[in-house]
């Protein structure tokens, strides 16, 4: 079952653009995290957004946090070809009096030089 | 360097052959976890584990099984039972409800 859903599924825009990344969740949440991928390697974690927070900012990294809403955004200003990678979000359920942590499908950005 | 290392970072397997995949982290990290990601895809989770002689099945479990008989030290092993094993598999750690920091995962090929 998939906790976080990105949109969109793959994104491309020209160098010196911004690019918005959607994530919807459905249950309730202590934090939400975004992290990068690059092709074939593993996850490097950007931010980490509490649920009492409902902004924050990492270099050229905006995350936004709506939990009325259940969803967060991250937002990648002045992109780089370097940005190009999947972008996935995350949340922690808890089931069963243990924690996991549960992936979207991630949002594939093509930053074009 | 404190970290996650996994191995090998390149496997093949015969058919109806198990093999192990090794994740082990200098973090001292309680929880630890075994994700499935298939070419274009999300992370799927197949195991994971709070604390130590304990571990939980996620939601692709069928054909795998894990120990934790360490702290540092979470192997999964994809049984012959796992008919479509060929994908990239991903380790990683956290401090309770914290950041996860991922190892750089290992390619399973089934030839």
């Known amino acids: 079952s998939q906790q976080g859903e990105e949109d969109p599924q793959a994104l491309s825009i020209q160098e010196g653009e911004n690019a918005t990344m959607n994530c919807s969740y459905k249950?309730?949440?202590?934090?939400l995290q975004w992290y990068r991928q690059n092709s074939g390697r593993g996850l490097v974690h950007l931010i980490l957004?509490?649920?009492?927070?409902r902004e924050k900012h990492s270099g050229r990294l905006r995350v936004t946090l709506d939990t009325s809403k259940k969803s967060s955004s991250l937002l990648i200003t002045a992109s780089r070809a370097a940005d190009t990678a999947s972008y996935f979000c995350a949340t922690f359920i808890t089931q069963g009096g243990s924690e996991k942590l549960v992936f979207g499908k991630g949002t594939k950005l093509t930053v074009n030089p | 360097d404190g970290g996650i290392t996994q191995s090998p970072k390149y496997l093949f397997r015969k058919e109806g052959q198990n093999v192990t995949l090794s994740c082990e982290q200098n973090?001292?990290?309680?929880?630890m976890y075994w994700y499935r990601q298939d070419p274009g895809q999300g992370l799927r989770l197949i195991y994971y584990s709070q604390i130590v002689n304990d571990f939980q099945k996620g939601d692709i479990a069928e054909g795998y099984s894990v120990s934790r008989e360490k702290k540092e030290s979470f192997p999964l092993t994809v049984t012959s039972a796992q008919k479509n094993p060929t994908a990239f598999y991903l380790c990683?750690?956290?401090?309770?409800?914290?950041?996860?920091?991922f190892g750089e995962g290992s390619w399973l090929t089934v030839v």
């Open positions: 957004i509490r649920s009492n927070e």
């Open positions: 973090l001292n990290h309680d929880a």
């Open positions: 990683a750690s956290s401090a309770r409800g914290n950041t996860i920091y």
């Open positions: 249950t309730s949440i202590n934090n």
